[in-house]
């Protein structure tokens, strides 16, 4: 009989989501918009990806292989992005159930290979919450909104851009410094935290 390597009564939910009133953006949220909701896609991630992907990040797809067994196609893999030549979409958690989170291990859901993970591709107009630096979103606010920028594959945020690899952000929206929900990758483990800025993106 197999046993549960975890105590489940530990789990619990970021600090601050349950309130009448609220403040801030959460990482990876795309926002309801009916004219955009079915550009959302689905796919499975790779095997070929080692550590997890969360909500808010650049991902790559990859062509599927048709099933063998009954003779349907898989769905998109999905991977994450390592350089803007991979990157085609922006995983979301709109409608991603599948996600887990850890008791006492991580507290922001992630997805490893195997599990479908869902995003939205470059070019269908979602509006969503991504990270960004401090310093680029200091010098963003009060700018124009068709200004470029640079994601940092290393730190996972968008940055002042570099002039050569500028990421497809079509307008920025309102940028929030405080009493958003931002995940960091702490040892490799996907964690909620309360401090870092976030940008409203139409992608």
Do not use: H
Request: with cysteine; hydrophobic share 35%; proline share 6%.
């Amino acid at each position: 009989m197999g046993n549960i390597t975890f105590n489940p009564m530990t789990a619990s939910n970021a600090g601050g989501l349950f309130q009448v009133s609220s403040n801030g953006y959460t990482q990876g949220d795309a926002q309801d918009d009916p004219a955009v909701k079915f550009q959302l896609q689905t796919g499975l991630v790779s095997s070929n990806q080692s550590t997890p992907i969360v909500v808010g990040m650049p991902i790559q797809t990859l062509v599927p292989t048709v099933n063998s067994v009954s003779g349907t196609n898989t769905g998109s893999l999905v991977l994450a992005a390592t350089s803007l030549a991979t990157s085609t979409g922006i995983a979301v958690s709109n409608k991603g159930y599948a996600s887990i989170a850890v008791p006492g291990q991580n507290t922001a859901p992630n997805y490893s290979s195997g599990m479908s993970i869902n995003y939205y591709y470059f070019g269908s107009r979602a509006r969503i919450a991504l990270p960004i630096s401090a310093a680029f979103a200091s010098a963003l606010a009060g700018g124009q909104t068709n200004q470029n920028a640079t994601w940092d594959y290393t730190n996972n945020y968008l940055t002042t851009y570099d002039s050569t690899n500028k990421f497809p952000i079509l307008e920025f929206g309102p940028v929030s410094l405080t009493g958003n929900k931002v995940i960091t990758l702490v040892g490799g483990i996907p964690t909620w935290t309360n401090t870092g800025p976030l940008v409203m993106c139409l992608i």
